[in-house]
């Protein structure tokens, strides 16, 4: 049983990182090796490999806490946020959920998500039984409006941990 009067931190899966730490050291051998030997197109596309395996590196940084006031995604590109008050419907998606208030969104998934993922679930099942949300995506609210509702979330912008 969760405690619901504690915070619950989920964490990006620690194999992101080992993944990202991999490319960072492996790419940019590969793309010096083929720098060496002439080939400049593969060289180029190694090295731009190596730096999308440094900017998942910083991405695996994401945290996402959840505890009795709402909400809150801390990442590199900022700071998103929304407490319970403001939660009107909340959408479930396979591994995605989103919750809407009346200007706002902010949503969370759990593909990639390690350490802490059982807690999480069972703190957002425990929050959406106390609150009652309406099920589902709020009329009107097409994939373009959600992706502006979910900028309208942010609080601060870039968060170097």
């Known amino acids: 049983m ?12 620690w ?3 080992v993944v990202a730490i991999f490319g960072i050291i492996f790419f940019p051998y590969f793309a010096f090796y083929f720098w060496q030997h ?3 197109f593969f060289a180029l596309i190694y090295l731009i490999i190596a730096l999308l395996e440094l900017w998942l ?15 809150q995604i801390v990442a590199i590109y900022g700071v998103y946020a929304m407490r319970w008050e ?3 419907n909340v959408e479930k998606n396979g591994f995605s959920t989103y919750f809407f208030s009346e200007n706002k969104a902010i949503s969370h998934n759990l ?10 679930k069972e703190y957002i099942e425990t929050i959406l039984n106390q609150w009652e949300f309406e099920a589902g995506r709020p009329a009107g609210v097409s994939n373009s409006t959600v992706r502006k509702m979910l900028k309208k979330s942010k609080v601060r912008g870039w968060k170097f941990f």
Request: proline share 0%; hydrophobic share 40%; aromatic share 4%.
């Open 38 to 40: 002439g080939n400049r």
């Open 111 to 120: 593909l990639l998500a390690g350490k802490g993922k059982t807690e999480f």
């Open 57 to 71: 590196f910083i991405l695996s940084a994401t945290k996402i806490d959840v505890d009795q006031n709402g909400i």
């Open 86 to 88: 403001e939660v009107i």
């Open 15 to 17: 194999g992101m990182k």
């Open 2 to 13: 969760i405690d619901i009067n504690e915070k619950v931190r989920l964490h990006v899966h």
